[in-house]
């Protein structure tokens, strides 16, 4: 059957992180698996950061889906994090929102189990992980 892969980037970040860090954070950690944005599904993160404008931007300009989780459904997913974040954690009340969103966004669009395949990055104002479900 060899469908192509379900790839959720998972996103948090800082008040007012612009589209441009976000995206740049986006293009090298991708670039150094060999993949590119064009071959991801979809974007998530935390209902939390669904106001900001940076995400919605990348999301326009990746013309990709972004959907915002709520912090229960992220809250399961804690025990699957390869790190953790305080601040994270006193700002949301969640310790990670980038691969926690990750995780629970790829698993909901393919109904199994995913794995991160990149675990987190950060920049001065983003984090990002990379959630995957073989086809």
Known sequence: MN????LVAGLGCRRE????ELLALLDSTLAEQGSSTAELTALASSAHKAAEPGLQLLAAHLNLPIHFLPAEVLAGYHGRLTETSAKALRV???PGIAEASALALAEQLSG????LWITKRKSAAATLAVARVDG
């Open 3 to 6: 469908e192509r892969p379900i």
């Open 17 to 20: 992180c612009s589209r441009d």
């Open 92 to 94: 949301t009340g969640m």
């Open 112 to 115: 199994r189990p995913a794995r």
